[in-house]
């Protein structure tokens, strides 16, 4: 079974950074379309960024200019570089390989 492995998450003051981490397997990361989604409470889970086999990479409207979604194929990781984080990206954050396979989550929390 394919596994993915978030890490990175934690408490930040508004206005600070977080990198996020998912490690994949080299068969999925260098190969495979790759995402971040994140879920909130109450909230459905939305797609934060994508980043295509192609290195094509898209944002959702309310981090754009301050997320960056990237990847690593040596070392078979993507990150999640997150500035001047607001409360409002508070959730849980899951990266997917292939848009089906999914990693047990990371909390990330901003405090005002």
């Known amino acids: 079974q394919v596994q993915l492995v978030e890490s990175g998450g934690g408490l930040v003051q508004a206005g600070g950074s977080l990198r996020l981490s998912c490690a994949a397997p080299?068969?999925?990361?260098?190969?495979?379309?790759m995402a971040w989604y994140r879920q909130a409470p109450g909230k459905q889970r939305e797609l934060v960024a994508y980043?295509?086999?192609?290195?094509?990479?898209n944002y959702v409207d309310s981090v754009k200019g301050r997320v960056t979604i990237f990847r690593d194929n040596a070392k078979s990781t993507v990150y999640l570089q997150m500035n001047n984080l607001k409360p409002e990206d508070t959730a849980v954050y899951y990266c997917c390989a292939r848009w089906t396979i999914w990693g047990q989550g990371t909390q990330v929390t901003v405090s005002s």
């Open positions: 980043i295509t086999r192609g290195g094509v990479t």
């Open positions: 080299r068969s999925i990361s260098s190969d495979e379309d």
